[in-house]
C-alpha cells in the first residue's frame, strides 16, 4: 500500500519561508522521480518542482517559472523523504501542495502531472 504523507504547512506573512516534506512508504522510493504540485481554490493543479532519482551525480531538478529562485526541491533516499524549501513566499503561493512518485522517467517530463502515478493528500500553505 503506497502512501505519501505531506506535512510543514502553515500560515505565513509574505516574505516568510516554510519548509514542506513528504514521506513515501509502499515505494521503493530511490527508484522514483518525485514532484511538488498544488491547486488554489477553484484552479486546476498546477506542477510546482520536480527532482529525478537518478544518483545524486546526475540528480537533476526543475522548477515552474513562477517559482524559480525561490523554492528548491531536494531529497534524501536514506529518510524516503521529499522536501520543498519555500521563501519569499507571495499571496499567490497560497494552495493546497500535494507530493506525487512515479517510476524513472526522463527529466524533461517531469512537469508532467499526469505520468505521476501515486499523490499525497496534501497540505495547506495560507500566504497572507
Known amino acids: 500500500h503506497v502512501q505519501l504523507v505531506e506535512s510543514g504547512g502553515g500560515l505565513v506573512q509574505p516574505g516568510e519561508s516554510l519548509r514542506l516534506s513528504c514521506v513515501a512508504t509502499?515505494?521503493?522510493?530511490?527508484?522514483?522521480?518525485m514532484s511538488w504540485a498544488r491547486q488554489a481554490p477553484g484552479k486546476e493543479v498546477e506542477w510546482v518542482a520536480g527532482?529525478?532519482?537518478?544518483?545524486?551525480?546526475?540528480?537533476?531538478?526543475s522548477y515552474a517559472d513562477s517559482v524559480k529562485g525561490r523554492f528548491t526541491i531536494s531529497r534524501d533516499n536514506a529518510k524516503d523523504s521529499l522536501y520543498l524549501q519555500m521563501n519569499s513566499l507571495k499571496p499567490e503561493d497560497t494552495a493546497l501542495y500535494y507530493c506525487?512518485?512515479?517510476?524513472?522517467?526522463?527529466?524533461?517530463?517531469?512537469?508532467?502531472?499526469?505520468?505521476?502515478?501515486?499523490w499525497g493528500q496534501g497540505t495547506q500553505v495560507t500566504v497572507s
Open positions: 527532482i529525478t532519482s537518478l544518483p545524486s551525480l546526475f540528480r537533476a531538478a
Open positions: 506525487a512518485a512515479r517510476s524513472r522517467r526522463d527529466w524533461a517530463s517531469l512537469l508532467q502531472t499526469t505520468l505521476y502515478s501515486y
Open positions: 509502499g515505494i521503493t522510493f530511490s527508484r522514483h522521480d
